[in-house]
Every structure is written in structure tokens, then in C-alpha cells.
């Protein structure tokens, strides 16, 4: 029995593809990807380039898109980082059970995005400093509060807003949206409740802090670079 | 069979790619057609604001990638493996963004950024692109840009260079991107396509 289990694991380890996950040395587009395989404790390389490994990279034309990051999956090379973790989502079991309740994840993860690009790259890009500012402001004031209100309405039509954001377990959606503002908090040097205001978004709030709450994200957000 | 009920203006946009969808999978659904007068007061119903929505049997998506994504997941358009659904997701995405840029163009109202914008789109992004999505097929080697079938890949590459050829013929090129190009072809001889294109609205967008 023993030698029949040694057989079934090495061969269910052996037809585990590898995960490289190239990107650079920051959080960035990378990190829900990261929170994913570690939550799962799936193993994977987390290669982190420099501005140079990246360029001599860049050259080899491997990154499909010329952008990072990249998940090479056994060889085949995925880019766009919604691609990659709705791809981890899948392999991991963090995605849902219905075709309408992906639909209703991948449409939460289009939205978030709609909120990101309304600051990046112009964030990273903007040189003048009042401009900048400007920018921040904007975003901040006119920006995220309407989609706040909206993904906060669209979460309500899930059992009230009181579990998970779609369906009834934890999927990638939910981790998108603890990764999402604690990006643009870190980023803007802000406080999340400027962000996401518990009196606006008490649902969102509160799934944040479940999200947090995770033993195996909790064990990752305290040792991650 | 649910039923679909698609909303958006009077044009392709970004809707056109759910038709494209629809039309190959044959899969009947009513094509609501909004004027712009009608969308403030619609605007506040939907989930994010924005048009395209779907609604099917009563539950309201909106977000064309991800719409797009559900019919073609449906009507196995998707990619077989989950490998192949990452990569048709991937080419979507990347097509998408270039219809932003050149929207994000369009839409400009200052002249002097527009011209800047428009010539930077068609005479940096697209070659780029361009490369990038032949270097795609060729690595696949099938004529089409997943699996060994059309997906939604296909036809959201198809969506968008059918436009820009539209206005701008050279936009692709046989020489430069052969099978870019046949691609497009391939695309609007197929049979149920081509009866959508030849019965489809005629818009400006």
C-alpha cells in the first residue's frame, strides 16, 4: 500500500506543471499573482528582475507583449496579468463553481482594473509635482468614490454582501480587491479609509478584513518583501 | 437556453465583439439598441455605469471582456484547456487595449493631442502590436491564435483590424504580417460570420 501511494504522489508530483512568474522587484502587477500561489501554497519561481535583466530579457522577445509580468507554464508563455491569475484562479481552485458567477468575478476584476488605469501610469509617469498632485486629488475625490458606491451595490446582490464577493467560497476575486487597495494605499501613501470609507463601503470594508483575516495570506503578507 | 438580452448604442464599439460571438456560436439574442438620449437615465441601473451590459435571465453583467468571455466559455469559443483559455484572454486583453488607445485618440478634443495621439497609435502601437500577434500565430501554427479552432481571440483580433483597415487599408499588411492578415480573412469567410457582417447594422462606428 505504501509503494502504491510513494507512486501515486510522485506521479501526481511529477504532472504538476513548474510556475515561473517573472516580474520586477516590487509588488506591482505581480503581486495578486504571488498572494494566489502562496495562499494555496502552490510552489512556484518568483523571479524579480532588475531594470537591466529586464531590458536583455525584453530583447530575447519571450515576453509576448513586450511588457511583464509573464507566467511560463511547462514552457508556454502567458502574459497580462488578469490572463495570469484568472489562469492561477483556475489551476488553484480559487475560481467559481457557475459560468455566471465567473462572469460576475471576471466582471469585478475588469472594473477594478477600470479603476487602476484611471492612475496608472500617469501616477508613475507625471514629473510635475503639482500636476501629480492634481492627479491624486482627482482620483481620490472623483474617481474611486463612484466606483466604490457601485462595487459596493454589486456586491450586495451576493447573499447581502455578508461572505465572499461572488458565490459562497473565497475565489482570486476576493483577493483582487484586498490586493487592489492595499495597492493604491501603499502607493498614494494614503490610509485605506480614504479609499474605501467604511461608512460608503461597510460590505467591502468588512470582506477586506476577512480577506485578511486568512491564516495563509496573514502567514504571507507578514513576510513578503 | 437563457435568454440574452445585449444593451448598447447604435454602433460596433465595444460591443461588436458579444455580436461577433453571438453570430458564429449561432446562438439567438435580442441586440438592444439605445440611443445617446436614453443613456442617462439607463446609466444609473447598470452595474458600473458603463454599456455594454448582458442580461441573462436576469442577472446583469457588464464589462465587455468579461461578457465577451462568458458567451465564448458558453459556446466553446473560449479554448479548450485552461492554458488555452489564459492565452485567448491574453490576446483579447491585448487587442482590447489597443481599441482604448485608439479611442482614447478619437475622443480627444484637444486637435494638437489628438493628431499626436492618432500618429503615435498608428505608426508605433499598431506595427508593434502587429508583430506581436504574428509572432503569436506563427508560434501556434494552426491559422488560428489558440487551439486548433476559431475562439473569441480570433474574432476580437478580427473586430478590431476589420476597423482600422476599414479607414486605413495599409493598417495590414500581407507583406509585413502574412498571417495576420490571412487571419482576418479566414475570419470574415466564415460562414456564420459573414452572415452577420452582411446583415449587420451599418454604423459609423
Known sequence: ?225 | MPSYKLTYFNGRGRAEIIRLIFAQAKVAYEDKRIEFAEWPALKPSTPFGCLPILEVDGTVLSESKAIASYVASENGLQGNTNLEKARAQMIVGVIRGFQDTLYTALFEKDEAKKATLTKKAFEETLPTVSGQLEAQLKQNATGWFVGEKVTYADLAVFDVFSEVTAKNPAALSAEKTPLLAALVEKVKALPNVAEWLSKRPQTGM
Open chain 1, 1 to 225: 500500500l505504501a509503494r502504491v501511494l510513494h507512486t501515486h504522489f510522485y506521479s501526481r508530483r511529477a504532472r504538476m506543471p513548474s510556475y515561473k512568474l517573472t516580474y520586477f522587484d516590487v509588488r506591482g502587477r505581480a503581486e495578486l499573482a504571488r498572494i494566489l500561489f502562496h495562499y494555496t501554497n502552490t510552489p512556484f519561481e518568483d523571479i524579480r528582475l532588475k531594470r537591466e535583466e529586464w531590458e536583455q530579457l525584453k530583447a530575447t522577445g519571450k515576453a509576448p507583449f513586450g511588457l511583464l509580468p509573464i507566467l511560463e507554464v511547462d514552457g508556454t508563455v502567458i502574459s497580462t496579468s488578469v490572463a495570469i491569475v484568472t489562469y492561477i484562479a483556475e489551476v488553484t481552485g480559487l475560481t467559481s463553481d457557475t459560468p455566471l458567477e465567473r462572469a460576475r468575478g471576471n466582471m469585478m476584476m475588469d472594473g477594478l482594473h477600470d479603476v487602476a488605469v484611471a492612475l496608472i501610469p500617469n501616477y508613475f509617469i507625471e514629473k510635475d509635482e503639482a500636476k501629480k498632485a492634481e492627479l491624486v486629488t482627482n482620483f481620490i475625490d472623483k474617481v474611486v468614490p463612484p466606483w466604490v458606491e457601485k462595487f459596493e451595490a454589486f456586491f450586495k446582490l451576493n447573499g447581502g454582501g455578508d461572505g465572499w464577493f461572488v458565490g459562497s467560497k473565497v475565489t482570486y476575486v476576493d483577493f483582487a480587491i484586498f490586493n487592489m487597495f492595499d495597492f493604491l494605499s501603499s502607493t498614494l501613501q494614503k490610509d485605506i479609509n480614504l479609499l474605501l470609507p467604511k461608512d460608503k463601503a461597510p460590505k467591502l470594508v468588512a470582506l477586506v478584513e476577512r480577506v485578511k483575516a486568512l491564516p495563509a495570506l496573514d502567514a504571507y503578507l507578514k513576510k513578503r518583501p
